[in-house]
Structures are given as structure tokens and as C-alpha cells.
């Protein structure tokens, strides 16, 4: 049975920084990645990354600011979130799949999310 599990999230201010870590369990996956969810947005792709990691994704909004990394070995991958502001608060959810596309589509497994509030 395929598991993701997210942890890291919590209440922050602005200029904070956080780690979020999803462990994935029942099966390795090519393709991992960081979607986030504003109260009334759509979801949108905050990061991804390959299984080698040589190929990554960030959204404009996230770039110089936050790094996404996998440890294969323990089959979690890893959202160090660093200059938080108060537009990055949403639910933070993982995602996996076996595709190397980098949209919503391409995952087909997803964990439970974690909250993420940065306060000004």
C-alpha cells in the first residue's frame, strides 16, 4: 500500500523559514513534487524534482527561495522554505508519480497535506 506522509508544517512570520518532509512508503517513485493549496485558489505546483534529482521544477513565486531535495535511500523528499511570506501559506501537499511531467496530471499518489501559515 502506498503511503505519503507529510510533516514540517506549522505557524511562521514572515521571514521565517521551515522544512517540510514527505516520507513515501510501498514503492519508490521517478517523479516527486510539492503542490500547495490557497483558501480559495487552485492547487498549484510549488516544486518538483526527479529521481536522480538532476531535473527539478520551481514556481516563479518559490524560485531563490525555496529548495526541494529526495533522499532515495529513505524515500523522503524534503521542501527547505526559507523568506517565507504571507502569500506561501496554504495547504502543502506531496505528490508522486512515475511521469517526469511537472503538472497536476503526472501524480498519481498524494498525501493528506500539511498546514503552512506565515503571518505578516
Known amino acids: 500500500q502506498v503511503q505519503l506522509v507529510e510533516s514540517g508544517g506549522g505557524l511562521v512570520q514572515a521571514g521565517d523559514s521551515l522544512r517540510l518532509s514527505c516520507a513515501a512508503s510501498g514503492r519508490t517513485f521517478r517523479n516527486m513534487g510539492w503542490f500547495r493549496q490557497a483558501p480559495g485558489k487552485e492547487r498549484e505546483l510549488v516544486c518538483a524534482?526527479?529521481?536522480?534529482?538532476?531535473?527539478?521544477y520551481y514556481a516563479d513565486s518559490v524560485k531563490g527561495r525555496f529548495t526541494i531535495s529526495r533522499d532515495n535511500a529513505k524515500n523522503t523528499v524534503f521542501l527547505q522554505m526559507n523568506m517565507l511570506k504571507p502569500e506561501d501559506t496554504g495547504v502543502y501537499y506531496c505528490?508522486?508519480?512515475?511521469?517526469?511531467?511537472?503538472?497536476?496530471?503526472?501524480?498519481?499518489?498524494w498525501g493528506q497535506g500539511t498546514q503552512v501559515t506565515v503571518s505578516s
Open positions: 505528490a508522486a508519480g512515475s511521469s517526469t511531467d511537472y503538472h497536476a496530471g503526472a501524480y498519481n499518489y
Open positions: 524534482i526527479t529521481w536522480t534529482g538532476a531535473s527539478t
